[in-house]
């Protein structure tokens, strides 16, 4: 498709509309294949999807009591009120560069959009939980109409406004032909705090500026996300039972996919390496710095903020770097006893039964003196099994007095009532 003007071209949620630019990226969408460009449509609605249904589960607004769950004001994701509507979200988009033609034509999108002017939605006052804007608002013709749609999406929401821009420092943002207003981040959140102070109605701020990032940690570049918020909405215990198990399952998996996590999850296999990759003293310091990985692991938690599976996913990279260790070092008796006692306290833990902040399992003497023991374990057999063989013994009874002391924070708490 050749290129367009914003007003006479589909929206760019039209799978093979082609946003035409200059320089490289001009060039790159003028070969990308259909098929390509809709995979990455869909990728990019389904992540946004997760993005506004865990908003809703996490504020309790999964109770279908406006007229919709959610508004889509302009073009911008393809394939975003088809995700929503996966999981029994109701949403509704809002759009005035449609025609009739474009809404008949299944081949241009799975939505069915109202055709409107942004800046007046036809929807009544707060009849939607969330208004959600995505790269558009730098397509608006001028900074007014943009401050206007803020304006709307405020009036229409009772909860949450969510507006992603392409600013103009962006490094791509030369790349789409429609972009009109070369506003930086500063720029755009001065107008959407003016589109606040002039609304002037309810409590509504910038409550978050969302940049995505590899395991909450490592910025990828993505343009920003404003998250408006009407109020100050505590989170609630997610309801996610009306979810697709599959929704559920990526928005734990989201959560969880933390920097301290991924360091959890790397100890198990570098401990495999570490004993069967290398040898003598080589194997030894090696296992030594896995362990030291428990310690920053930790650390980074308390930096970044720790994430709600964070500590079970710890305890039980540690008891896999154990049970990994003991049988590999020669140690299968041990190996033995350390996974069944692995078992029982991670099942009990995860299970709710037991409370660790009511026994003497997470002082330094108890935990601490346990990660020495078995750091002096893995590090000296490599180097003389006899003396691992011993400290082994040491410091498996050492974990079974530690799982005997959960025994005094027995209690019943079924886990599913944390959910």
């Known amino acids: 498709m050749a290129s367009q003007s914003y007003v006479t071209a589909p929206p760019e949620y039209f799978t093979h509309f082609r946003r035409g630019g200059s320089g490289f990226q001009g060039a790159l969408q003028g070969i990308y294949p259909a098929w390509l ?243 003598g003293m080589l194997s030894s310091l090696a296992i030594g710095g896995v362990m030291a990985l428990d310690a920053l692991d930790g650390m980074v938690a308390r930096r970044l903020g720790p994430s709600r599976w964070g500590a079970h996913v710890d305890r039980i990279s540690d008891h896999a770097v154990e049970v990994i260790a003991y049988f590999s070092l020669g140690f299968p008796i041990i190996g033995t006893i350390a996974a069944a006692r692995n078992a029982a306290v991670d099942g009990a833990l995860l299970k709710g039964v037991v409370d660790e902040k009511e026994t003497n399992r997470r002082s330094i003497l108890s935990r601490g003196g346990y990660g020495i023991a078995k750091t002096a374990t893995f590090m000296a057999a490599p180097l003389s099994h006899f003396t691992g063989e011993a400290l082994a013994y040491a410091s498996t009874a050492f974990s079974l007095y530690r799982a005997l002391d959960l025994k005094k924070a027995l209690h019943k708490i079924p886990i599913a009532k944390h959910l």
């Open 37 to 279: 460009i809709e995979a990455k449509e869909r990728y990019f609605s389904w992540a946004q999807s997760l993005f506004i249904t865990n908003m809703l589960a996490s504020a309790g607004l999964l109770n279908g009591k406006r007229m919709f769950d959610v508004a889509i004001i302009g073009s911008g994701l393809p394939f975003l009120e088809h995700e929503l509507g996966k999981d029994k979200i109701t949403a509704v988009s809002i759009d005035p560069n449609l025609n009739l033609t474009n809404i008949v034509d299944k081949e241009f999108s799975l939505q069915k959009p109202v055709i409107s002017d942004t800046t007046i939605l036809p929807l009544p006052d707060k009849s939607v939980s969330v208004a959600a804007s995505h790269n558009y608002l730098q397509k608006a013709p001028s900074l007014e109409a943009a401050k206007r749609t803020v304006m709307e999406m405020l009036r229409v929401a009772t909860d949450y406004a969510v507006v992603q821009v392409t600013p103009g420092d962006y490094a791509l943002f030369r790349g789409d032909m429609t972009h009109r207003l070369a506003l930086t981040t500063q720029q755009w959140n001065n107008l959407i705090e003016d589109a606040i102070k002039k609304y002037a109605a309810d409590d509504w701020h910038i409550s978050e500026i969302h940049t995505v990032k590899v395991a909450d940690a490592i910025p990828v570049g993505r343009p920003p996300v404003f998250v408006l918020e009407n109020g100050n909405h505590a989170e609630t215990k997610k309801y996610l039972s009306g979810l697709r198990w599959s929704t559920r399952v990526a928005l734990v998996a989201e959560e969880e996919t933390t920097l301290a996590n991924m360091i959890s999850a790397s100890r198990p296999p570098l401990a495999y390496f570490a004993i069967h990759g290398l040898e």
